[in-house]
């Protein structure tokens, strides 16, 4: 099989294309043909070896994929051959097979191609549960998104919009904006069309109830700053490469809530509502991931290195099988 390796930690530029043989599953594995994979951010910084996790090369990075199942090993259940499949992990994805554990692909729902899922899970997932389990957003508020021609903020102008909010999108381009505005935003901040607290008071003179920050830098003080008394800001991400240092006085002044999100901190009932109600929202197509940019697996350091630069409109694929 062809995959796309990391033979060694650097830029996107060090990937190449291999030719390795086709995995076989063990027992409770299936192996997946994969159709189309996902280019996430954090493909970049496992590249780089900048990310929470080092993973030693050689290895295939990719973490979002969805494709048929072809090879069932002994004693994988819920799953058969023929199945369409997604599942997210840490590496492996950007390759024509890969081997997981049948408990952690899901079946792709009928009339849901296999690009959407493909592009779904990562980003949809980690908005829907920070706006429902750690922002606690709902009908009526006023919610505004850094990174909003991102993946994950993209998502969360989409799930925010759908959950009743009043979506402030912030973004770095008007194309980036315009694109927020199709899935749903009601106004639109450039932030790079003048300082972003002077957006932001233009924007939200009364304030936003929520703050989901996939970004970090520069960005997160003057958005700290728009909440209302009470407030909850959400860090998601550090996207931007800055880690940001916020004055600890806004927070006591206004009684704002500085929440970190993580997949592990949502309650097991909460988590199960999230996705059941997720799901309602992908079959009956109210949320949908926006493909801005598609490439073939050749080209995957191009892909990457698109990514890396934040040129980025919602979410990036590697078309590998049909």
Sequence with gaps: MRAVVCPVHGPPEVVR??????????????RVRVAAAAVNFPDVLLIADRYQISVPPPFVPGSEFAGPVDAVGDGAT????????????????????????AAKVQVVPPGVDVRTAAAFGVAHRTAYHTLRSTARV?????????GAGGGVGLAAVQLG??????????????EKLEVAARHGAHRLVDHRAGPLRDGLRQALPDGADAVVDPVGGDLSEPALRSLRRGGRFVTVGYASGKVPSIPLNLVLVKGIHVLGFQFQDVPPDEYARNEGELGELLVAGRAAPYVGAAYPL??????????????????????IGS
Excluded: C, H, M, N
């Excluded at 051959?81 to 590496?91: A, F, P």
């Design 17 to 30: 294309i291999e030719e390795r043989p086709a995995p076989e599953p063990g027992p409770g594995q299936v």
């Design 161 to 174: 919009a759908a959950l009743g909010a009043t979506v402030t999108a912030v973004a770095s381009s008007p």
């Design 298 to 319: 050749d080209a995957a350091a191009e892909a990457l290195r698109y990514v890396a630069d934040g040129r980025a409109i919602g979410k990036v694929l590697l078309d």
């Design 78 to 101: 819920g799953v058969a051959v023929d199945d369409v499949v997604t599942s997210t992990g840490l590496v492996g994805a950007f390759a024509e097979w890969v081997v997981v554990d």
């Design 138 to 146: 709902g009908a009526g508020d006023e919610l505004l998104v850094l």
